[in-house]
């Protein structure tokens, strides 16, 4: 059996974007990623992440990459290794470790599967396809590969920075809220793409020299070996700032497959504010609908990155460093990447809608970061998503900023309840629950779960220290839609007499470091927001003859949902020409 290599820390080559981005000497641009230190086995496989080579098409296992505790491709040129199946899968594993690495410390916890394994098996070459995805049932995320438009070459979804890291974000959102694949809402069904498209390309700007590489390509003209390159603020505005390609998803992928909008998957940053954009008919389908929220975050960034360079001083016309630019972007793109998972603990656990995501960011960073005078993240982000017509959920009068969630009320009763038990244990939360079920809003006649407890020490910019335990519920009733009415929920039209509709509801419960619950963010059980739900869930055929709802998440639910996406891609390309 061999032996695992294990350094305390590790830097790994990677594909800095994709294929089709090139360094300054015209090569396939690498970059490099710090991971934390671990025992690895041959694969390469570590405790979070398994790296299996088995082609499906083929029905052909490729002996695993041999696990070393040096980075063996550190002097090699980008051309030769894109061509290196080896490479392949090391760029698989170093991609998603990042990207389990930025959940890990955002979170301040350990950040789990939905499946019931510790480790994750990702398939570099797992089929012939252009496609991509995550699978719950089969715990795994596979990558296809399929041939070039001119039949010359392979392209390789794995050698795609944004493509990995958007598969990666699928599964770890799948840990953290497995209820938010249920048919729900349109928000609900988009925020799944949405969200892996915010962590995709905010992970790219850690890499601080492919930033750096797109930025160059905007400077008048070559400098100097002995000159400082320099760059004009009036190059940087938010407009320009948008057009980059590092703000396009999987664009190699995209002009591949013959896809509008420049050629890649997705231009989110280039789609203009517009506050009618969500009840547009174009923008109803959940992988168009996504683009919205993305535009939202990445608008949010461009504007925050804009304060920092003008915070750099000097007057509008004044060029700065490039490399100060670089670092301001880096810094900007980091703290809302932190910030966006960060919202995920302040998120209801079902039914999610935008404007919770919204009130759950602004929470998160004011918990964190307290004071937002410096460059105005949460002003930046409220203004944002209002420009693109998503209001913040939060409405009340005891929060710590505007479109932040409410304290929970001080009447809650804490008698009988153990402190070190509440950090971890659901039964423990399950006895403050009861015992407080009528301030919380809670339904007596429900069935009701505690589904995770997890204690966090989260970390800001500023070294502030917070410790959080979090802990989620849900609830749920299943009834004869001819009782609906019973409830206060009108029964939509289309639904039989006797069809079975579930009603659910839960909670987010956030206690501080001495036990004491800071926030309860949930959707109750009943109430008018079923009637919406009961409505987009019978016109999208939920309820028609025939109908199996899903159990649990089917292996292809992710594939089938990008196969769709390009295939409208494709259409709006063949209209447009």
């Known amino acids: 059996m061999p032996q695992p290599t294990h350094p305390r820390s590790r830097s790994l080559t990677i594909v800095a974007q994709d294929p089709s981005v090139l360094g300054a000497d015209g090569d396939v641009l690498l ?19 398994q790296i299996v080579d088995f082609d499906a098409t083929k029905a052909l296992y490729y002996p695993p990459t041999k696990a070393s505790a040096e980075d063996l491709y550190a002097a090699r040129a980008g051309s030769e290794l894109i061509r ?23 979170l301040g916890r350990r950040a789990g599967w939905a499946f019931p394994s510790h480790q994750i098996q990702a398939m570099p070459h797992a089929f012939a396809d ?3 995805f995550y699978s719950r049932r089969d715990h795994g995320l596979f990558f296809g590969y399929f041939s070039s438009a001119d039949r010359k070459s392979t392209v390789y979804s794995c050698l795609s920075h944004d493509v990995i890291a958007h598969e990666t974000t699928h599964a770890l959102l799948d840990g953290l809220r497995p209820r938010y694949t249920d048919p729900s809402s349109p928000d609900q ?17 850690s890499l601080k020299d492919v930033v750096r590489r797109v930025l160059s390509a905007k400077l008048p003209a070559p400098r100097g070996a002995d000159m400082v390159e320099r760059i004009s603020k009036r190059e940087l505005t938010p407009e320009k700032l948008a057009a980059l390609s590092l703000l396009c998803l999987a664009e190699q992928m995209g002009k591949e497959m013959g896809i509008a909008r420049g050629g890649a998957l997705r231009a989110s940053a280039t789609l203009a504010p517009s506050k009618s954009w969500l009840s547009s008919r174009e923008f109803s389908q959940p992988h168009r609908r996504g683009e919205v929220l993305v535009a939202a975050v990445l608008h949010a960034f461009l504007l925050v990155w804009r304060r920092r360079i003008i915070g750099l001083g000097g007057s509008e016309t004044d060029s700065v460093s490039l490399d100060r630019v670089v670092e301001e ?20 656990p079902v039914d999610l809608q935008f404007g919770d995501f919204l009130s759950a960011m602004l929470t998160g960073e004011g918990e964190v970061l307290p004071d937002d005078r410096g460059f105005s993240y949460r002003s930046e982000l409220l203004r944002a998503f209002r420009e693109y017509g998503i209001e913040p959920t939060a409405r009340g009068r005891h929060a710590l900023s505007e479109g932040a969630w409410s304290r929970a009320p001080r009447s809650l009763q804490y008698a009988g309840t153990h402190f070190e ?50 802990a989620e519920y849900v609830q749920h009733l299943e009834i004869r839609a001819d009782d609906l009415s019973k409830f206060g929920v009108r029964k939509p039209a289309g639904i039989g007499a006797d069809q079975q509709v579930e009603l659910f ?33 019978a016109e999208s055929g939920h309820f028609a003859k025939g109908f199996k709802p899903r159990q649990g998440l089917a292996p292809r639910t992710f594939a089938s949902l990008h196969r769709r996406r390009a295939l409208d891609l494709r259409t709006q390309a063949r209209e447009a020409w």
């Open 189 to 205: 069904a988009a925020f799944h793409e949405g969200f892996s498209d915010i962590v995709a390309i905010l992970s790219v700007f």
């Open 31 to 49: 970059s490099r990623v710090d991971l934390p230190g671990e025992p690895l086995l041959d694969g390469p496989s570590g405790h979070r992440v």
């Open 421 to 470: 038990s509440l950090q971890r244990d659901p039964d423990e939360v399950f006895r403050f629950l009861w015992q407080n079920r009528d301030d919380l809003g809670l339904e007596d006649e429900a069935f009701t779960k505690v589904q995770s407890v997890r204690p966090c020490v989260r970390v800001g910019e500023d070294g502030f220290v917070l410790r959080e335990t979090v």
């Open 84 to 106: 290196e199946r080896d490479f392949h899968a090391q760029n698989v594993y170093a991609i998603v470790m990042s990207v389990v690495s930025r959940f890990e410390f955002a």
């Open 505 to 537: 509801g839960g909670g987010c419960l956030i206690f501080d470091e001495f036990g004491r619950l800071k926030y309860h963010i949930s959707k109750k059980l009943l109430g008018d927001r079923h009637n919406a739900r009961l409505r987009y869930l």
């Open 329 to 348: 972007g880096a810094a900007a793109a980091a703290r809302l990447l932190s910030t966006a998972i960060r919202a995920l603990d302040y998120s209801p």
């Open 130 to 132: 252009a496609n991509a």
